[in-house]
């Protein structure tokens, strides 16, 4: 008990302090709005963590709920007139509704069925989003207004670079509070064995519901975020491979490990800024490095090392 | 009249290229339990490999014989090099060793190949045969005749020959095959070749029709799994009847209600299939025993 | 006066009638076995009568209240627990953290406070965990309380399970094999055990082919054979009864029996 405690500390103090250094280490802006990209697909992955690693839950659609939180604040302002905050929370409690909506009929579903109903659900928001161009602006994506906060105008690759940090600490935590608590619990019971979670009074219907939902608001969130920073949206932000790139960062880092959603996100995204070096074997390098690393570290890389580190402090 | 039978025969035909697709998806599912993402790559390079064969100078009749061959050693070192190593890792694990694959094979297309759109002339000719008022490419009936000899190959196969019936053992219990002397990995091997080719001889017949390009294959994959779990995944009618129907659907909610919207329509009608049959139309209701 | 009542339950799974007509009750603090053959339909009936299937046919009332047809969790409210045959403890997992999802219903679970953990969930979380460590210890498992369950020896589950489903305090506990796999020390545990969980006014409804066990501890017998009653009573008119002898030896062996 106290171990853990003093675990979730150090995982958030380790985090609070690499945010905080970087910024010493980074030559130029570029670097800033690299991380920045980072802190918000892991905030994202660390949602579909809570729903993939502890509910047991796939979801190949979860870029959706990205693209509603994106293009909430995209939209709000501009064709409904409200400001870019409440747009925010607009698009939070979109992607609620929705998750809770479909969640009960999608998550009654297994396995294989459970992937192709969410990766159905996922392209169906990218279409709408794709074809409903007279308030998204179609293929072509649209301009987002800055976020105005009390009248400070939120803009530049350095600000948002602790904005996104900050989000992302926050995210952290809560992510890691959740573990230790009946909600948590039962998330993690249910994965193990549904009727054995049943049988002793869990509402599984209810949780996977509710870790759908979290994961839901996470994505919102971290699209709102990403639209703001760049100031710019497209269609692909909610499209399929969008959600293959949320869960490879999930199943990469390690499923369960809220940890592993922040290193899988810094190896899934800076990768390929790496990569571009090598022109056009970018995908190439990709695909092989995405395969090598599933094969030798099959639970993922935080789990599979720190199991290693075990190994070695024990030996 | 003219205009339903134009959307039903177009909706077949492509409806046929979704049946192999899923048909492919159901094999290797069927020999391995792995979801294989890379699918759609498969019917790419059966199109990619024949257009730059003939470009070569190769006629087409080889040049498609060349792509199928392709298609089935990268579906061999696919399963080699990659599913092989992974053994027992668990399904989410292999669906992103699939994706990884897919992404490598795309990289691949684009450096080997090229990022242009690429056209094959139609096996025999341009001139629509008129059908009751329905104007047919004759491009359509070699896609449908196609996709018929596989599925009756496959079926002959699989119910005729010794080999394909350790294919439905090892589907059936894999443990159970093996234990009756069955290789259970020569018949994933076998299952990976057998479905690449699949996968290639979809992309050589559709793409005098539809185009092809390094790009194709990630839709390919989704429609291809969508049928697949639409007729009930693992079951090979279910399959060739999921891609059927998915293709009628694409073709008449197209034609009738939306263009637009045509690729909704697949999704939308899956999910609502889904929430009234949790196993898909064909799929065997499993009681979980505790 | 019976807690626990199922009165003509019947499930059919492609024709086969697996369960057929079997009725039971069950009081506070008594211990109640099923036994018959394998395939006889035991488990079957446990998962009809907790939730885990929809009867076909057939009444279940509990505490008076009738649940028929009621989903696995809402029994569990009403003072319904149960443990598996093969073992469903949730793997990766402490032992601990086992017993105290066995806790949920007693627990507040809102969503909010564990978000933001505040102060109330941490210290629910001790007297869950307090509680959770009195049952483990209760059950002889106080040593493993942290180590993961999936790693625990066969044994040790099964006394885990038992003790998730005590964690659950209910009214009616329904035990499938507890001493399957286990050795006669093990057993003799479990033996002890149930008595002592029977003697607080638990009703005790168990499977379990140690007929030793079974005849030592229990108050009443049902048999089923193919899925039908065979028999019930006292474990000595069970033992005595001859339909009894011969659905488990067949007729060769109960005539042999009877010579015997």
Sequence with gaps: ?315 | MAEFLQFLISGLTVGAVYALVALGFTLIYNASGVVNFAQGEFVMLGGMVTVFASALGVPLPLAALVAIVVAMVIGLLLHRLAIEPARGASAVTLIIITIGASILLRGLAAIVFDKQFHKLPAFTGDTPVDLLGAAIQPQSFWVLGGAAVVVLALYVFLEHTLLGKAVLATAANRLAARLVGINTTTIMALAFGGSAAIGAIAGILVTPITLTSYDVGTLLALKGFAAAMLGGMGNPVGAVVGGLLLGLLEAFGAGYLSSTYKDAFAFLVILIVLFAAPQGLFGRRVVERV | MSILKAADVGISFGGVKAVDGVSFSVSPGQILSIIGPNGAGKTTLFNIVSGVYTAGRGTIHLAGEDVTGMAPHRLAARGLSRTFQNLQIFQRMTACENVMVGRHLREKCSLFPALFRLPSVTHQNRETRAAALDLLAYVGLKDVADVPAGSLPYGACKRLEIARALAAEPRVLLLDEPAAGCNAVETEEIDHLIRQVADRGVAVVLVEHDMKLVMKISDRILVLDRGRPLAEGTPREVRDDPKVLEAYLGQHGAREAARA
């Design chain 1, 1 to 315: 008990m106290r171990a853990l405690m003093n675990q979730r500390f150090l995982t958030l103090a380790v985090l609070a302090v690499v945010i905080g250094i970087l910024p010493f280490v980074f030559p130029s802006s570029y670097y800033f709005r690299v991380a920045s990209l980072v802190w918000v697909s892991a905030l994202a992955a660390i949602g579909l963590n809570i729903l993939m690693g502890q509910a047991g839950q796939v979801s190949l659609g979860h870029a959706a709920f990205f693209g509603i939180g994106a293009y909430a604040v995209a939209i709000g302002p501009v064709h409904l007139g409200i400001p870019s905050w409440a747009a925010l929370l607009l698009g939070a409690g979109l992607s609620a509704l929705l998750a809770f909506l479909v969640g009960r009929p999608i998550l009654r579903l297994k396995g294989h069925y459970l992937a192709i109903a969410t990766l159905g659900l996922g392209v169906l928001v990218a279409l709408v989003i794709t074809t409903e161009s007279r308030w998204t602006g179609g293929p072509d994506g649209m301009p987002v207004e800055r976020l105005t906060l009390f009248g400070w105008r939120v803009s530049g690759s350095y600000t948002w670079y602790w904005v996104t940090g900050g989000l992302l600490l926050i995210g952290t935590w809560i992510a890691l509070n959740l573990d230790d608590t009946p909600t948590g619990r039962a998330f993690r019971a249910l994965h193990d064995s549904e009727v054995a979670a049943q049988v002793v009074g869990v509402d599984v219907a209810r949780f996977k519901l509710q870790a759908f939902v979290i994961a839901a608001v996470y994505a919102s969130l971290a699209g709102s975020a990403l639209a703001f920073m760049n100031g710019f949206i497209n269609p692909d932000q909610a499209g399929f491979l969008h959600s293959v790139e949320l869960v490879t960062i999930v199943v990469l880092g390690g499923l369960g490990s809220v940890v592993g959603s922040i290193v899988g996100a810094a190896v899934l995204i800076t990768l390929p800024q790496v990569l571009t070096v090598f022109h056009e074997y970018e995908h190439l390098l990709l695909g092989l490095i995405i395969i090598v690393s599933m094969i030798f570290m099959r639970s993922g890389i935080v789990p599979t090392l720190s199991s290693l580190f075990l190994r070695k402090a024990r030996s």
